[in-house]
């Protein structure tokens, strides 16, 4: 029997389609897995290539920070626009979009001849990711019902990108000892089978659907605010955090915030409605998963640190480190997202974040003469755990009671969250942790111990922020 347009797309827009038509199935999960294991790879790989990109293409150490910095710009400033773009003009469209010109900026950085061009595909690639992310995010929630099938699908999601974070980083490595164009080249077979896979198995945009109008004002004003904001963060250790430049770029960022905030409480069709800002669960999510992101990136920058200068590890050692971690994670998170659906969300994520802090404090006890085996192994795996425990069910309370038609929104809110989490954390704890080794010279542990006490702070604020995450039908929740 034919269905009508109402009851294909759910006449308040809730997600019917997910009760009336099966979900799309395994080869069309794999391939957004697919894609976000890429992303993560190209988040990962990157860093232990640096040495080799300064001496090849003449870098200096100011310009070789924005190999790293120039991707974090574009996907950090992007991701709410990427994600309304999904909304409003196609998920499967600009998920194949974003997939396809990520792929060609690999190729152009893995043939960059300069410093210059290579700064210029990472910010393109940003951009891509950018739009990518709550793309690939937005087909899961939409496509698969609420309960035990959409936290199994969020789980491999979150296990995906877990193995391309470790996986980064071993392959990093490994293709850094032949060629460190390889490691740009490395996306490019992953974005050609998931565009292929794509076109062929991820569903079609609903048609004849009426398509709302962009917000320009809001769009122009939130994009210029975060692109101001992640600038702001990611120079702000060279240049100073009280220098005029950081200063002037806040104080920007923070008008352009204002200006964002006024034009929305004014327009018909806002790019962020300011309601769904302060929903408890869309708050208490984006808190959290600042916290827990901002969290791992530190201990992984302290840790990597840590482990070659103090250990004198090779690279190599020391993405071997991180492997447990994925492994644990990659195990459990598919089992999470069902456990999620039975016990709660937010039961599962203050679980999490518990063993996530827990981890973070085990790293209290490295020392110059510290084994693998007692010291760096169990905080791996306890990590794994708790990130296993806690991602799955963030992505999937961030889009719980969220209309279809906003899917694309609050899976872009998520990730801008995750992603400015990043970059202030890092900020800090590598602020504490260079002053901590000014007034400790002959301290070989320096200032790790005050960055890992701000890591396990960090934390314990992302559990009490998951205290907001309570389910209920109240009205701040629709």
């Known amino acids: 029997m034919k269905q009508t347009d109402e009851i294909a797309t759910g006449a308040d827009g809730t997600g019917a389609v997910a009760e009336v038509c099966p979900p799309p199935g395994m080869p069309a999960l794999l391939v957004l897995c697919a894609a976000h294991f890429m992303d993560a790879i190209d988040l990962s790989d990157v860093g232990v290539a640096l040495p080799a990109i300064q001496r090849d293409l003449g870098m200096a150490s100011g310009s070789l920070q ?81 309960g035990p099938r959409r936290g199994r699908a969020l789980g491999w999601y979150a296990t995906a ?78 240049h100073g955090w009280v220098s005029a430049r950081t200063l002037v770029l806040l104080f920007a960022a923070a008008g352009l915030l204002g200006l964002f905030a006024r034009v929305e409480s004014r327009t018909r069709r806002p790019l962020v409605p300011l309601s769904f800002l302060t929903r408890r669960t869309t708050a208490g999510a984006n ?124 899976g872009a809110l998520l990730n801008t969250f995750m992603q400015i989490g990043g970059a202030v954390v890092l900020a800090l704890v590598t602020a504490v942790v260079e002053a901590g080794q000014r007034t400790n010279r002959g301290d070989p542990l320096g200032g790790y111990g005050l960055g890992t006490g701000v890591i396990v702070a960090t934390v314990l604020f992302g559990l009490g922020a998951a205290l907001l995450i309570r389910h209920r039908p109240d009205s701040r929740d629709h």
């Open 66 to 146: 924005w190999v790293v910095s120039a991707y974090a710009l574009g996907y950090g400033g992007f991701l709410l626009l990427g994600g309304r773009v999904a909304d409003l003009f196609g998920r499967r469209r600009a998920f194949l979009t974003a997939v396809a010109v990520f792929g060609v900026v690999s190729v152009l950085g893995a043939l960059a001849p300069t410093g210059g061009v290579l700064v210029v595909a990472r910010l393109v690639k940003g951009v891509a990711a950018g739009f990518l992310a709550p793309a690939a995010l937005s087909l899961i929630t939409t496509n698969w019902p609420e």
């Open 161 to 238: 990108g877990a193995c391309g974070f470790i996986g980064g980083l071993v392959l990093g490595g490994v293709l850094t000892e032949l060629s460190w164009r390889l490691v740009f080249a490395l996306p490019v077979p992953i974005a050609v089978g998931a565009l292929v896979a794509g076109l062929r198995l991820l569903p079609a945009d609903p048609r004849g659907s009426v398509r709302e109008k962009m917000d320009v004002p809001g769009t122009l004003t939130a994009t210029g605010a975060l692109v101001l904001l992640v600038y702001a963060l990611t120079q702000a250790p060279s």
């Open 287 to 410: 808190l959290t998963i600042f916290a827990m992101w901002g969290a791992y990136t530190s201990f992984a920058f302290l840790a990597t640190l840590y482990l070659q200068n103090v250990l004198d590890w090779s690279p190599l050692q020391t993405a071997g480190a991180f492997v447990p971690l994925g492994l644990a994670n990659g195990a459990l998170a598919p089992f999470a997202g069902r456990l999620a659906a039975r016990f709660g969300t937010h039961r599962m994520i203050a679980a999490g974040m518990l063993l996530l802090a827990l981890s973070y404090a085990l790293f209290f006890r490295i020392g110059p003469h510290s084994s693998f085996l007692t010291v760096v192994l169990p905080v791996m795996v306890v990590n794994g755990i708790g990130t296993a425990a806690t991602f799955p069910a963030l992505n999937m309370s961030a889009v719980t009671g969220v209309p279809d038609r906003d899917q694309g929104l609050a």
